[in-house]
């Protein structure tokens, strides 16, 4: 599966920004999927993850309450809805998946990745 991260910007603290995922393929909905992001010099860290139903979500502790992962299996699409944006919510953010991923918050628990998109956030 192929996957197209879009939605990035520049937005101002205390503003709102919903992050895209397109995937290509007809098996998206059998595909877990997950948000990471990466600021600069730092690691890879988890976000967020939904099941490939929808019915599971798991957001981390630094973003619960401000982002929300959602996704529409008709469209190929999964989502993040970001609220509340703060300056350290600056990175770039990759959309993930995988049919069963050995763990929900690890980069090693995904086979694909998409390409990135920036988020900045001024304060």
């Known amino acids: 599966v192929q996957l197209q991260a879009s939605g990035g910007g520049l937005v101002q603290a205390g503003g709102s920004l919903r992050l895209s995922c397109a995937a290509s393929?007809?098996?998206?909905?059998?595909?877990?999927m997950a948000w990471f992001r990466q600021a600069p010099g730092k690691e890879r860290e988890f976000v967020a993850f939904?099941?490939?139903?929808?019915?599971?979500?798991h957001h981390a502790d630094s973003v619960k309450g401000r982002f929300t992962i959602s996704r529409d299996n008709a469209k190929n699409t999964v989502y993040l809805q970001m609220a509340t944006l703060k300056p350290e919510d600056t990175a770039v953010y990759f959309c993930?998946?995988?049919?069963?991923?050995?763990?929900?918050?690890?980069?090693?628990?995904?086979?694909?990745w998409g390409q990135g998109t920036q988020v900045t956030v001024s304060s």
């Open positions: 939904i099941s490939w139903s929808g019915g599971t979500t």
């Open positions: 393929g007809r098996t998206f909905s059998s595909y877990a």
């Open positions: 993930a998946s995988s049919t069963r991923p050995q763990s929900v918050y690890s980069v090693y628990g995904y086979d694909y």
